[in-house]
């Protein structure tokens, strides 16, 4: 008889805020608000503490927006390089327990506990040693959710916050799952969820009764894997190393101000390509597609890629591709956000060598460049284009996420 598998999903309740009032005790059982610069484009909510929340502070609100709802708010700005640590520190607890965890987001992280009863107790008990564990060791709480794999371990957590604990089990669907809307189905976003009611699924339920089939013709493959997550079924692994493979390496700017000037947006891709390209360095990357996201003022998004003749990593050559993109598809219309990717990823161990040497010269100047800034700092070498005022490279140097480390 095969072995019933024991997934948890740990989930830092509000955690950069949770994290600012562990380690400020001032802050405590009060409203608090990790965001960006309110005087600038970024000055958005991060992360609001449950004290903030109970006034409507949601994440992704605007600052004013969040403080008109919550006037004794305190502002907090963000410690990126902070979180990520703790972060670190919780996985690191949690790998106690298990030799199987996958992070799923800064925040969250599933454990497979299965084989590990007779250790740390079923998965209840072993979920109260953990929870506690991490409070003591980080002051935050959390709120586990318990399961036979991952995504019902992700939709107990989301049952009671903060610092829950719940058990779902397959046979806890049809009661516990199937009444809730679709969109509270792990792996529905807003737009399946619109193709969805034009269906006439409201429910998890309603999912759960559709004919697959039809769900496939409409869907793909996508559709199949719906029906059996509207039953609670998932057989997908705890994968310690599913974030060692990167799809994709990218980059975005929020901007200080609308630009309208081509001048301005070729100087800020051209930065954007230096980062991204150094970023695909850093992970031993080389990539062919080059993909454009431009944000209007209104908040139209423009979306559009092109592949390279062949792989790169040299910011010049991402750049290439991102101007011949901005050049057919910008409509003009003053920009407030502008982002690239690169995708279609392979090793960069691996280069075709050119007749006169100069794709060799052109790696061996980056990884230069690398060099520098790595010991010296991301300002002490910059392209001349990056000391006029339509750059933002310097404003962001040494952040993470456009925030402070």
Known sequence: MERKRIVLLADMNAFYASVEQALNPSLRNRPIIVCGDPSRRHGIVLAASYEAKEYGVETGMAVFEAKRLCPPAELVPPRMGTYLRISAHIVDILSQFSPLVEPFSVDEAFVELTGCEKLFGEGIEAARRIKERILRETG?????GV??????????????????????????????????????????????SQH???????????????????????????????????WGIDSSPVDPRSLDQNRSIGH?????????????????????????????????????????????????????????????????RVFEGAEVLLRHYWDHRPIRAIGITLSNLSSDRVMQLDLFGKREREQRLAKAIDTIRDRFGPTSILLARSLTGASVFADRAGKIGGHRI
Not at 140 to 144: K, Q
Not at 176 to 183: A, D, K, N, T
Not at 196 to 223: N, Y
Not at 265 to 276: N, S
């Open 196 to 230: 969805l009611k034009r269906m006439g699924i409201r429910t998890i339920g309603d999912l759960a009764h559709t004919d697959p089939a039809l769900l496939q013709r409409r869907f793909g493959i996508i559709g199949r894997v719906l029906h059996l997550s509207a």
């Open 252 to 316: 975005q700017f929020t901007l200080p101000r609308d630009y309208t000037e081509e001048s301005d947006l070729r100087t800020v891709l051209r930065e954007l390509a230096e980062e991204v390209a150094a970023r695909a360095r850093r992970g031993g990357y080389r990539g062919r597609t080059v993909s454009l996201t431009l944000r209007n003022f209104d908040f139209g998004s423009i979306h559009r890629s092109l592949t390279l003749p062949e792989p790169t990593n040299i910011g010049r």
């Open 140 to 144: 935050i709480r959390c709120s586990i």
């Open 147 to 192: 399961g036979p794999n991952k995504l019902l371990a992700k939709m107990a957590a989301e049952m009671e916050k903060p610092n829950g604990l719940t058990l779902l089990t397959e046979e806890d669907v049809p009661k516990r799952l199937w009444p809730l809307p679709v969109i509270r189905l792990f792996g529905v976003g807003p737009r399946i």
